[in-house]
């Protein structure tokens, strides 16, 4: 899979939530994209331009009243929503345009160009968005949205969200915690804001089993979080056997982030995403990846283009890189292996695991 079919979809809009200095800022992505433009092959790298979405499509996951609050607030002038996530005037359509752009790269790897592999830089972010309360910087659920989006315009049954931000994807899991149709896996430093995402938490209902939520403790980095791809999170998936996978990416465990007490390192962040794009491709199903958290502008642009090499299973120097390469120093630590027994014992009820 060579570094072409990775396309990008860029939102022009994104300074329209202005946020001022907080973490979540409008430098964020406009740090990435000039590491991106000057990094070899952006010129034949597919750069696809996000549209703004509709209310109707916000609705997918979010009752009308929700969206009519953030379209209020932003009408007054703008605001806070909560203690964390302010509102400015032009927030509502930057935060439509992020939808959007959430929902142009499921048609893109959908329609324009199945089987292939997106990563949108889009904000502001939205996991922690629940059904109807913005927080932890997000005001509507683009991975929500868009997993609804790809079930309702292509008839698709099984979409996996696979969510590594370091911090729990909550609003995702409110959302989709009884949809028979969408697989919510999240790996997140535990404890942590928000302060869910505990691993008995598993969906209710029809959604029971379909909430799998893997709780790092903190510390952890490479060799805890490939441990957790590769012994829970890909045997799930591989029996689930999903028509699209689509990660909610935040790049706030990375060991520099000041948001998180994490180890994760650059060369962790490719293997992650080697690690879901090469199941993907053996699955034959197309990916895609949405920009969420990851607060450090000098080492967040890096991070994206180590993403954007893991996808296509490239290393810096372009060479091809085996799915399973990632960092094999040192020992993995003792409480993640406490952990991973706890999280087999209780995803055994549904799925089959191997033994920690």
Excluded at 131 to 143: P, T
Excluded at 269 to 281: Q, T
Aim: charged content about 20%.
């Amino acid at each position: 899979m060579g570094d072409r079919q990775v396309a990008v979809v860029v939102q022009e809009g994104q300074a329209g939530h202005d946020t001022g200095d907080h973490p979540e800022n409008h430098r964020r992505m406009e740090v990435v994209l000039e590491h991106l433009r000057h990094s070899p092959g952006w010129e034949e790298r597919e750069v696809i331009a996000a549209r703004p979405a509709s209310s109707s499509e916000v609705q997918l996951a979010h009752p009308k009243s929700h969206f009519e609050a953030v379209r209020s607030m932003a009408e007054r002038g703008g605001g806070w929503m909560d203690g964390d996530t302010p509102v400015s005037p032009g927030s509502l359509e930057a935060a439509l345009e992020a939808v959007g752009g959430a929902i142009t790269a499921v048609d893109s790897v959908l329609d324009g160009r199945p089987g292939g592999r997106v990563f949108a830089l889009i904000r502001p972010p939205g996991h922690h968005a629940t059904l109807d309360q913005a927080m932890g910087f997000c005001l509507f659920n683009n991975a929500a949205i868009a997993a609804r989006y790809a079930i309702e315009r292509y008839g698709l049954d099984r979409v996996a969200i696979v969510d590594w931000d370091v911090h729990h994807g909550n609003g995702t899991q409110d959302i989709l915690w009884s949809d028979p149709a969408v697989l919510f896996i999240s790996l997140h430093q535990w404890p942590l804001y928000p302060g869910s995402g505990w691993l008995d938490e598993t969906g209710e209902g029809p959604g029971d089993g379909l909430t799998v939520n893997l709780p790092m403790p903190p510390g952890s980095g490479d060799l805890e979080y490939l441990a957790a791809i590769d012994s829970i999170i890909l045997p799930i998936l591989g029996q689930y056997d999903p028509q699209l996978v689509i990660i909610s990416a935040g790049q706030d465990g990375h060991h520099d982030d000041p948001l998180s007490h994490q180890e994760l390192t650059t060369a962790g962040y490719r293997a992650l995403a080697s690690r879901l794009s090469a199941l993907a491709g053996e699955l034959e199903v197309p990916l895609v990846a949405l920009h969420e958290g990851g607060y450090n502008l000098e080492t967040l642009p890096r991070l994206d283009q180590a993403i954007l090499d893991g996808l296509a299973a490239r290393s810096p120097d372009g060479s091809e890189v085996s799915s399973h390469a990632g960092p094999a120093e040192g020992a993995i630590d003792g409480d993640w292996r406490e952990r991973a027994e706890q999280l087999v014992a209780v995803q055994s009820r549904y799925w089959d695991l191997p033994a920690p």
